[in-house]
């Protein structure tokens, strides 16, 4: 069974830019979260979709968005992109949502703003 | 406030045990978890400890769970130079379906040769 895809794996970007990055879950899985990883703020929790439907959020800015298709495949956005924004974006599959529900990571998009 | 506490380095020999702590914040978190992440790569799930759990080993893993303290530990015993990686103790917390985890500042584990 193929693991969790990210798209694309290295990103660099201007200020003011916006982006999108892919993430395709375990195929079957039907929840998608994503983290975003920093050396200075670690791993922060960014928003959980399942079932095309945004289900948590995080403490961040109207700037991050996402969605989920009905595929269960998940984009997420940053708009006006600021040089804080560059971390490395992790997304995490699992079969639904439930108290205990192992997560999937993919191997990340590693976005830079210039 | 969610502050998962980790100490930052940790330096062994290959061969002996190595401990990696971690203090957590809510006492109402249902599972804990150990994550592995290697050079350019996500993050591995190690093992994970149900909060009403004390102790639970996992080939040459063994997570300790002291509630009371909030702290949650990871023991690897017979270290090797493929352990070297940075590790993230995680918190799931109650209140609804969710798979939100709260994760620790992480703790970068080298192992000497």
């Known amino acids: 069974k193929a693991g969790v895809t990210q798209t694309p794996r290295y990103l660099i970007k201007t200020r003011g830019q916006q982006v999108t990055l892919s993430c395709s879950p375990i195929?079957?899985?039907?929840?998608v979260s994503w983290y975003q990883q920093t050396p200075g703020q670690g791993l922060q929790f960014l928003f959980e979709?399942?079932?095309?439907?945004?289900?948590n959020k995080g403490n961040f800015p109207g700037r991050f968005s996402g969605r989920q298709f009905s595929n269960s495949r998940s984009e997420m956005n940053v708009s006006t992109l600021e040089l804080g924004d560059s971390a490395l974006y992790l997304c995490?599959?699992?079969?639904?949502?439930?108290?205990?529900?192992?997560?999937?990571f993919g191997p990340g998009t590693r976005l830079t703003v210039l | 406030g969610e502050d998962v506490e980790q100490s930052l380095f940790l330096s062994v020999r290959e061969g002996d045990s190595s401990v990696i702590n971690c203090t957590y914040t809510?006492?109402?978190?249902?599972?804990l978890y150990w994550y592995k992440q290697e050079p350019g790569a996500g993050l591995q799930l190690l093992t994970y400890?149900?909060?009403?759990?004390d102790m639970k080993q996992d080939q040459r893993l063994t997570v300790l769970l002291n509630k009371k303290d909030k702290h949650l530990s990871l023991r690897i015993a017979d270290t090797q130079t493929g352990d070297s990686a940075i590790y993230f103790c995680?918190?799931?917390?109650?209140?609804?379906?969710?798979?939100?985890?709260?994760f620790g500042t992480g703790t970068l584990l080298a192992v000497q040769p």
């Open positions: 995490a599959s699992s079969p639904g949502l439930a108290v205990y529900n192992e997560q999937f």
């Open positions: 195929s079957g899985h039907r929840s």
């Open positions: 979709y399942f079932s095309e439907t945004q289900r």
């Open positions: 809510d006492s109402s978190s249902t599972y």
């Open positions: 400890i149900f909060s009403n759990m």
């Open positions: 995680a918190e799931s917390r109650h209140g609804g379906a969710t798979n939100k985890l709260i």
